[in-house]
Structure formats: C-alpha cells, structure tokens
C-alpha cells in the first residue's frame, strides 16, 4: 500500500513541475521569437529611413548636374526620376498605418510627418521646376538653392528618426536580455525544486523503507533463533 501511494504522490508532483518547465520554455521561446522579429522589422526600418536621407542628397547632386545640359543627359534624368519616384514610394508607405505602427514613439511619428510636410509642399516641387527644364535659368537656380536650403533640416529629420529608433533597439534588447535572465533564474529554481522532491519524496522513504526492512528482517532472525 505504501509503494502505489508513494508512486502516486511522486508521479503528480513532478507532472505538475514538468509542465512548469514546458509552460517556461514556451513563454521564452514565444518572447524570443516576438522580439527578434520585432528588432528585425526596426533594423529594416532603420536602413530604409538611412536610404532616403543619403536619397536627399543624391537629388541635389542630381539637380545641380540637371543645370549643365551637357551632364544631364536620358541617363541622367532617368536616375533623377528613379530617385524621385523611391522617396515617394518612401512617404506613400508613411501613410499607411501599418507602417507607423513600427515606429517606437510619438515623436518619430511627428518627425516622419514634418519630414512628408516639407518634402511634398517645398522639396518636390524645387525638383520639379528643375526637372521641366522650361524655366528661366534664375528660377531654376533658385529652385535648386531653395531645394539645398532645405535638405540639411530634413536629413536632420531622417537622423532624429533612426536615433529614436535605435535607443528603442537598445532598451529592448536590454529588457530581453533581463527577462532571459529572470526566465533562467526560475528555470534553476524549479531544478532546485525538484532536486529537493526527489529526496523528500523519494530518497529519505526509501531510506526509511529500508530501515524498516532491516528492522523487521532482525526481528524476524531474532524470533526464528
């Protein structure tokens, strides 16, 4: 009776600590996947918020080549209209809400809104009256310095951007790694606690099993002599 009790009781406590551990490892493996995926979709964003500042940059290069006919060229407008065309793709995609989800603050967001403001109502029409190639030279020249007036702020903007979106990489890389920790610290504990069953339930009755076995086998050669 005292064996199928024992097995009984052993049996339940260490299923209830076993699901523990897979309760454990499936919180650590569903927070490990969440958030690589997470610092994924950032380092994404990071490289492509990256491109469009470089992106500013390679316009004004682009225009100031536009004002020299002889360097313009098929080729080179085609590059113009390309990079053009990647920025507005760039601010097309801000707009949708799935995209500004990945954003890690309000203030991002605010940056990101500013940086469309000046790009659709002063920096892509300087490029336009560049690209028509039918102003007179003045305004054309004007266009262009408005436009390198302007780029240094919204490159400023871009920059803003990715420093928020990078401490918000550091702080979730750090909270990982705690939570990583805390989640080895209770998986230790539950080793610990199992370590300690399996002499409270096992170890120290089959001591006394064997003890009481003794005991009787003595009484028993006592009584036969």
């Not at 209830?16 to 994404?44: D, I, M």
């Not at 990982?176 to 209770?186: D, E, I």
């Amino acid at each position: 009776m005292i064996l199928p009790s024992l097995r009984r009781t052993l049996t339940g406590k260490f299923i209830v600590l076993l699901l523990c551990f897979l309760a454990l490892q499936a919180v650590q493996l569903a927070v490990g996947v969440t958030a690589v995926l997470h610092l994924g979709e950032e380092a994404r964003l990071v490289n492509e918020v990256g491109r469009q500042r470089m992106a500013m940059y390679m316009l004004a290069s682009h225009a100031r080549r536009a004002l020299d006919e002889a360097a313009w060229g098929e080729t080179g407008q085609e590059t113009f209209d390309r990079g053009i065309a990647e920025v507005d793709r760039f601010f097309q995609r801000h707009a949708d809400a799935a995209f500004s989800a990945l954003l890690p603050t309000p203030s991002a967001k605010d940056y990101l809104d500013s940086s469309s403001t000046v790009w659709t109502a002063e920096l892509r029409p300087s490029l336009a009256i560049i690209r028509r190639g039918d102003q007179p030279p003045a305004a054309t020249r004007a266009a262009l310095r408005r436009y390198e007036s302007l780029v240094p702020e919204q490159a400023q903007r871009f920059d803003s951007i990715v420093d928020l979106i990078e401490h918000d990489i550091s702080t979730a890389t750090l909270s990982l790694a705690v939570f990583q920790s805390l989640l080895l610290g209770v998986t230790l504990m539950l080793g610990v606690v199992g370590l300690y069953m399996a002499r409270i339930i096992v170890t120290l009755p089959m001591r006394q099993l064997i003890k009481a076995a003794d005991a009787e086998r003595q009484l028993a050669a006592r009584t036969i002599v």
